[in-house]
């Protein structure tokens, strides 16, 4: 299996500029989430998708930010527009869920700066 | 914000000693979850605990869960310099989905 997979692996953009993240879970899992990392708050729930339904969006900073995920395959983080806050290490996780499923499989993650 | 919070912040340690390191969280968990993150990586799971469990062990790790206190502890046993990298408790509570992590542990072993 190919793990999750994450796009692009690096962004630099300018201030104001939209800025779209993608992820590729992995095939038969049911749940994928958006986290992001930064050093001085670590690792956030952004948003996150059961059965492609948006469950908990209660992370989500502000309405700068949006997620979709069309089909079972493919979910998009963005951002428009961007600020430089916004600069952070953004992961997808993907899950099976249900008893003994809980664990997280983690994409290598997008390393976004906002210049 | 985050659940849990790991002490020590860093732990510098030589290959073959043991590392150990805790994660402190404030509310009522129905697991509580490790994983390693390697420097530019993504997060991997390494091993979940149940509110219902005390100890689980699996390879060189061995998991303590506290409900009383709140509390977990991971132990690496016979480190090796493979095993340098960030170590995050997260927990989960009844709510699916919403994993909490803690700000994690940096572990240096040296050989």
């Known amino acids: 299996d190919a793990g999750v997979i994450q796009s692009p692996r690096h962004e630099v953009t300018e201030m104001g500029q939209e800025v779209t993240l993608r992820c590729k879970p992995i095939?038969?899992?049911?749940?994928l989430f958006w986290y992001r990392q930064t050093m001085m708050r670590g690792l956030e729930l952004l948003i996150y998708?059961?059965?492609?339904?948006?469950?908990?969006d209660s992370g989500m900073p502000e309405d700068r930010f949006s997620a979709k995920m069309p089909n079972a395959s493919f979910s998009t983080l963005k951002i428009q527009p961007s600020e430089p806050r916004d600069s952070a290490v953004y992961f997808c996780?993907?899950?099976?869920?249900?008893?003994?499923?809980?664990?997280?499989?983690f994409g290598s993650g997008t390393q976004l700066s906002v210049l | 914000s985050q659940q849990g919070e790991e002490d020590p912040q860093a732990l510098s340690i030589q290959e073959g000693e043991n590392a150990t390191m805790n994660c402190s969280y404030k509310?009522?968990?129905?697991?509580l979850q490790w994983y390693r993150q390697n420097s530019g990586r993504g997060l991997v799971h390494l091993i979940l605990?149940?509110?219902?469990?005390r100890e689980k062990h699996s390879g060189r790790l061995r998991v303590t869960l506290d409900t009383s206190k709140k509390s977990s502890s991971l132990l690496i046993t016979a480190s090796r310099a493979a095993d340098t990298a960030s170590y995050f408790c997260?927990?989960?509570?009844?709510?699916?989905?919403?994993?909490?992590f803690g700000a994690g542990t940096q572990v240096v072993v040296t050989p």
């Open positions: 998708f059961n059965n492609n339904v948006p469950i908990d």
């Open positions: 997260a927990t989960a509570g009844d709510s699916w989905g919403k994993l909490q």
């Open positions: 605990i149940r509110s219902n469990e």
């Open positions: 509310t009522s968990i129905n697991n």
């Open positions: 095939s038969g899992h049911n749940s």
């Open positions: 996780a993907s899950s099976l869920a249900g008893t003994d499923s809980e664990k997280l499989f």
